[in-house]
C-alpha cells in the first residue's frame, strides 16, 4: 500500500502561482507514473502532468503546457508548479501512483493509488 498527502491549495487570483506538493510514503518501491490530475465542478478527472520513473519522461496536458512544471524529488515528493493561473484551472487536484501501466500516463484507470486532494481556487 502507498500512502499520498497533497498540501499547497489554496485561492489565488488570475495569473497568480501556486506550488502543489504530494508526499508518498509506504510501498513506494515499484512506481511507474506519478502524476497529477484534477477535477472541476461538474467535471470528470483529469489529467494535468505526470512522470515516467523509469525514464524521467515529463508529460503536460495541452491546457497546462508553459504554464505548470512537474518535478520529482529523490524522496518520492511530487510537486506541480503553477504559474500564470486561469479561473478554468479551478479544481480539486489529485495526486496518483501507477505501479505498472501499458496505457498512457494520462489515463486515470492506470493509478493505482491516489490522494485525497487539495482544493486550487482562481477567481477575481
Known amino acids: 500500500q502507498a500512502h499520498l498527502v497533497e498540501s499547497g491549495g489554496g485561492s489565488v487570483q488570475p495569473g497568480g502561482s501556486l506550488r502543489l506538493s504530494c508526499e508518498a510514503s509506504?510501498?513506494?518501491?515499484?512506481?511507474?507514473?506519478m502524476a497529477w490530475f484534477r477535477q472541476g465542478p461538474g467535471t470528470e478527472r483529469g489529467p494535468v502532468a505526470g512522470i515516467k520513473t523509469t525514464t524521467g519522461g515529463v508529460y503536460y496536458a495541452d491546457s497546462v503546457k508553459g504554464r505548470f512544471t512537474v518535478s520529482r524529488d529523490t524522496k518520492n515528493t511530487l510537486y506541480l508548479e503553477m504559474n500564470n493561473l486561469k479561473m478554468e484551472d479551478t479544481a480539486k487536484y489529485y495526486c496518483?501512483?501507477?505501479?505498472?501501466?501499458?496505457?498512457?500516463?494520462?489515463?486515470?484507470?492506470?493509478?493505482?493509488?491516489w490522494g485525497q486532494g487539495t482544493q486550487v481556487i482562481v477567481s477575481s
Open positions: 496518483g501512483i501507477s505501479r505498472g501501466c501499458n496505457r498512457d500516463w494520462s489515463e486515470s484507470r492506470c493509478y493505482d493509488f
Open positions: 509506504g510501498d513506494t518501491l515499484s512506481i511507474f507514473y
